[in-house]
């Protein structure tokens, strides 16, 4: 087996910069670790249906969002805002280093989709119609997320 590339990702908890392995799997690992439902979201780049689904809401008012195909921390609660657009929305992710942007030109529409930095699995989109401070809207599947409290 190919040794996967070593990576730098955000770790919430440290607060740190650290040197991890990608994460990468076949198809068939991906197939036997995922749901039905978080394969296509997140290998097919599928989307869930709108409102379809709650996104999970820490008790105790803190917590990160983690990739559910990896681990990684993605998104903290308190980025979380409401879009009203029926999918889990962020103004900013814990780091930049934690998720891959790329141009996506499906369905004849120009946006920029949303990867995990280390798994590459699609997360969702960026937009520019998010709140201050960042303008920003990282619209984001609740499949493809799950949460770490505290
Ligand atoms: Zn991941």
Known sequence: MA?????????????KLEKVDA???????????LTLEQYQVM???????AFSKVCAVPKSGKGI???????????????????????PSFWDPVSPSNLKLKKDFGFGISRVEVLCAR?????????NDGPAPTGQRYCINTVALKLSEG
């Open 3 to 15: 040794e996967a590339p070593k990576i730098e990702i955000y770790d919430a908890r440290t607060g």
């Open 23 to 33: 994460v990468v799997r076949s198809d068939a690992e991906w197939k036997k670790l």
């Open 43 to 49: 290998r097919k780049k599928g989307t869930e249906r």
């Open 65 to 87: 969002y983690q990739c559910a195909g990896c681990g990684t921390d993605l998104f903290a609660y308190g980025s979380k805002f409401e879009s009203g657009t029926g999918w």
């Open 119 to 127: 798994c590459e699995s699609h997360l969702g989109h960026v937009f």
